[in-house]
């Protein structure tokens, strides 16, 4: 008997590894082919997979915090992992792309969750169709991840990701089809002085019953050879990746083998393949999907998920330039309560993460300023006084994360004279200070003499809505800005003159 599979109202089985120095269980992935990789593996000549076409899937990128918003996984430290997730799929010739904006989620629960069950309620609730949904939270079951085939999604913990980490890539495997390496051994243990047998059960014992309708339980498989003589129906059915029997965290020697010499059920001796993304060999012994696991994924996609390539020309340009900061750099004095800040802008990027903090190596713990900006400028307030704060950017856009930081520049905040104190300027004001989108926003100046100016208006998020030089005459000015299509939330209006620059908040509603 080569399967006996059951159906039963269960939802995830979760594994307990014997995790060798590890905190969490590699993966909480429900075990077992699906119907459709059972249906490819039988003919796989049958399905498409355009191997020789780069395609690319969109990926919206949730971030699980705590429930006042707290420890949010870094924007960096995203772009980062992201990069690594593109390296790694790129030999598939498979990009991700992010696709709209960063969800941020403020639930302690889901932050840090139990059960696989907590995980699919995150995922029912902000999956975004048509997209890959991605989770990174503190701790997802206890696993390093997971991926749920009737959620839709996958979730890492935060400590498993970043450069030269795979935890997402293998997930995201699990995502598009492909099973580990060493399917039907997953939580079972023998003697790897004698052969195995041919034929492994799962001991029911080391899993978890949950709620999930039609799960596919599969308590018998078939152990695969050396020679590969029944690969086609032993263990993840790939004949390009060679038998594997250990389902706990392994370490690999200079070849990328494990260092467990194993025997197959004709006594062959052989070492386990650490290669290969969808083992559970250490991350460094890690770098690649074989050609049939490839072809399955790509398949998997056009086949099941074609809704996600609605979009193969995403913004993708290389970035090769890092921006130049531009002001305040040298430690230049600014105001204490708000100042804007300025940099270059940077060939094929639309998109930049601004750095604020107090120590040069952007602790997180003394981080003031972490944010995602569209423009080349962005405002920032509530300064401490009398301080001085080492600043950078980062360039990236939908595609390419790979990229580097600017150099570091520094400030000092003080307190600077206002317009109103300048021999210039008797008085300025705006009016109404809350008002309704669309609704015209007056600028009025007394000025004393003709000078030029720069009027810029930012939304607190950082993002500029207006930027126009203004001619002052010497008398009253009254300058009209149109509020069309702006955003409900806080502003700040600035004045920047030759003889120094001042702000002032309004507030927009929609």
Known sequence: MMYRI???IAFVFLIVFSAIGQTHLPCGTPPGKSDWLKRYQQNPNQFRNGLDTMIYLPMTVHIVGTNTGAAYYRPDFLMESFCQLNRDFLPSNMQFFLEGEINYIDNSDWYIHSTVIEGADMMNANNVPNTINSYIVNSPAG???YNLP?????AMGTQFLGFDYHTWTHEIGHNLSVQHTFLGWEGDVYSYNTPTPSEVYYDYTLFKDTLILDTIIIDTAIVEFVPRTNCAVAADGFCDTPPDYVSFRWPCDSDSLGLVKQKDPNGVDFWSDGTNYMSYSYDECQGKFTSDQSDAMRAFIYDRKPGILYNQNPTMGPITSSPDLLFPVGGEDVQFDGTYLRWSSVPNASNYILQVNRLSNFPGNQMLVNRI???TSAFVTNLNINWTFHWRVL???????CTNFSAVETFNTTILSSLGELETVDHWTVFPSQ??????LNVVLENKESIDANLQVYHISGIQVVDQ?????SGINDLKVKTDNWASGIYIVTLETPNGTDFKKIIVSD
């Open 373 to 375: 900006v569209t423009d």
């Open 435 to 440: 008002l309704t989108a669309g609704n015209e």
């Open 6 to 8: 059951q159906f039963t």
């Open 395 to 401: 360039p990236y856009n939908q595609v390419n994360t």
């Open 143 to 145: 696993n390093a991840g």
């Open 150 to 154: 009737h959620a839709d999604g996958v």
């Open 469 to 473: 030089q203004v001619q002052l005459n």
